[in-house]
């Protein structure tokens, strides 16, 4: 069976926001995705609303429901975003001001985990499924699963960043530990962050893992191979 696919869109909406244009709106680029392969939107609200926009969760829910997969912050003003327009599900991810990307996953300390167990509450109460974005060790994966989210999306980058072949083989042996560990408590298992059409594979092969979310790669390749061989070709890989 083919892992799912979630393909992040936020890039379409740098490059309207580049010029302060109604295009390239990515609802377009949803319709397109979701008609060409991939099984999920994945769009990611940031405070400062640099690429993805409100106005883009409220369209992106309304036209699609069951399909969107919000990623935000803790912050109290992207719980209450989420709790509006009710996305399939949200994963909660780290967010500091200024950085390019985000850069790893959650460091669970007390009053991070006491925040995070009343967001999961509100956004259970509303049927929306939690995801955490967590590094690949087991004792994330373990709080992941006390605080109640449904599912871990296992980070990445450090993978994706691996500068020999024996750093890269020692990443994917984590991914597959916290991947095998994060199922036996009953998570469902994500992956992303960095993934292109040349790493994905090792880690799609790694059993356990449900769902890619992947966005900067498919974005890119879609300025030369347009958006439906960009997603359908990636798509097939998995
Ligand atoms: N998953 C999470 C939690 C992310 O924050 C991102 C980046 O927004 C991605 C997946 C997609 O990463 P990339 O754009 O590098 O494919």
Request: hydrophobic share 45%.
């Amino acid at each position: 069976m083919s892992l799912k696919l979630g393909v992040n869109i936020d890039h379409i909406a740098t490059l309207r926001q580049a010029r302060q244009a109604p295009y390239p709106d990515p609802v377009d680029a949803a319709a397109i995705c979701l008609n060409t392969g991939a099984d999920f939107i994945v769009v990611h609200l940031r405070k400062d609303q640099r690429h993805i926009q409100e106005r883009d969760l409220a369209l992106l829910c309304k036209y699609f429901p069951g399909k969107i997969h919000l990623e935000c912050s803790t912050a109290p003003e992207m719980e209450k975003a989420a709790l509006k327009y009710k996305p399939f599900s949200v994963c909660i991810v780290p967010e500091n001001p200024g950085e390019v990307t985000t850069t790893g996953g959650l460091k669970f300390t007390p009053k991070t985990n006491k925040r995070l167990l009343e967001m999961i509450e509100h956004l259970h109460k509303k049927h929306i499924l939690v995801s955490l974005f967590v590094s690949p060790v087991a004792a994330d994966i373990r709080t992941a699963a006390k605080l109640g989210a449904d599912i871990v999306e296992l980070c990445t980058r450090d993978y994706s960043e691996a500068t020999s072949a024996k750093q890269a083989r020692k990443l994917l042996q984590d991914l597959a530990l916290a991947s095998l560990l994060a199922n036996e408590l009953g998570l469902e298992v994500h992956a992303g962050h960095g993934l292109d059409y040349h790493n994905v594979l090792a880690v799609a092969d790694l059993g356990g893992i449900s769902c890619m979310n992947i966005g900067f790669s498919i974005v890119t390749r879609s300025l030369f191979a347009g958006l439906p061989t960009a997603v359908s070709e990636m798509k097939e890989l998995l």
